[in-house]
């Protein structure tokens, strides 16, 4: 029997890997039920590069399965979900995602803890945020690449917080993972993790243009600052062959089905 709050989302597959289905307007109620719950609530923003980790890699694919909302970032898994299943999923950029996120927790003057960037950024991202979201009770912040010695009393310090959201960004050993390892001990809320979400509001990086979000070229940029990951056309290729494979199958199947019904 599901849950009010998997009431406000669709959840299909994609590659046999989760992807939420949730309306612009539906994220507010959903937020203030996980909260109304107190129950834990682990927000994945998904891009294609994720999708494709989480089929390979066990421990982020159970962090996947078990989050509560996954949302997904890459207009090829639109495209993908449009061409395997005909559904019509919403796509967000990671920055208004976020920004949509804090605007609720504002509107009833809940709180927020931000972990991770670098000692200046994290500060300026404070302030900046204290003055977009004046009623956003921001309980805490610790930058990343702390020591090790240290995790305990900073998962501590987050619980005895108990902020509605815990935001984590670049700097946090393990990234996501870093959630999923701590997370019974830190406690009840949303926890959302996006790498580079703090240079953004400390305004050290731009976010892409709406344009060239819309257009799913985001990742161009990407590879310009880090050459590297041009490499990942070989992906982009896989994956749609992929797609193509699981279009052919399908029918397949629905083809014995139909033979089978009909004998």
């Not at 917080?161 to 393990?174: C, D």
């Not at 790498?195 to 990407?222: H, M, T």
């Amino acid at each position: 029997m599901g849950t009010e709050t998997d009431e406000l989302k669709q959840r299909i597959d994609l590659l046999q890997v989760p992807i939420d289905i949730i309306a612009p307007e539906q994220l507010g109620p959903f937020v203030y039920e996980a909260l109304k719950k107190e129950k834990v609530c682990n927000i994945v923003l998904l891009s294609l590069w994720d999708l494709l980790r989480a089929r390979r890699n066990s421990e982020y694919r159970a962090y996947i399965f078990k989050a509560s909302l996954i949302i997904p970032i890459s207009k090829s898994i639109i495209t993908g979900l449009k061409f395997l299943t005909g559904k019509k999923a919403f796509r967000y950029m990671p920055f208004d995602f976020i920004i949509s996120i804090l605007t609720v927790l504002e509107n009833r003057e809940y709180s927020c803890y931000l972990l991770g960037g670098k000692a200046n950024v994290l500060s300026k991202t404070e302030r900046n945020l204290r003055q977009t979201f004046p009623k956003l009770r921001i309980v805490g912040r610790f930058p990343g690449s702390f020591k090790r010695h240290d995790e305990p009393t900073i998962i501590e310090a987050i619980k005895k917080a108990s902020p509605s959201l815990l935001l984590v960004g670049n700097g946090v050993r393990g990234k996501e993972r870093w959630i999923a390892r701590n997370n019974v001990t830190l406690g009840k809320g949303l926890r959302l993790w996006c790498s580079d979400i703090f240079d953004v509001f400390a305004e050290k990086k731009k976010r892409p243009s709406k344009a060239v979000f819309e257009n799913g070229l985001e990742w161009i940029g990407y590879c310009f600052q880090k050459p590297y990951k041009f490499f990942r056309l070989f992906s982009y290729i896989h994956y749609k062959i992929m797609l193509l494979v699981y279009k052919i199958l399908k029918k397949s199947q629905a083809s014995v089905t139909q033979d089978i019904n009909e004998s």
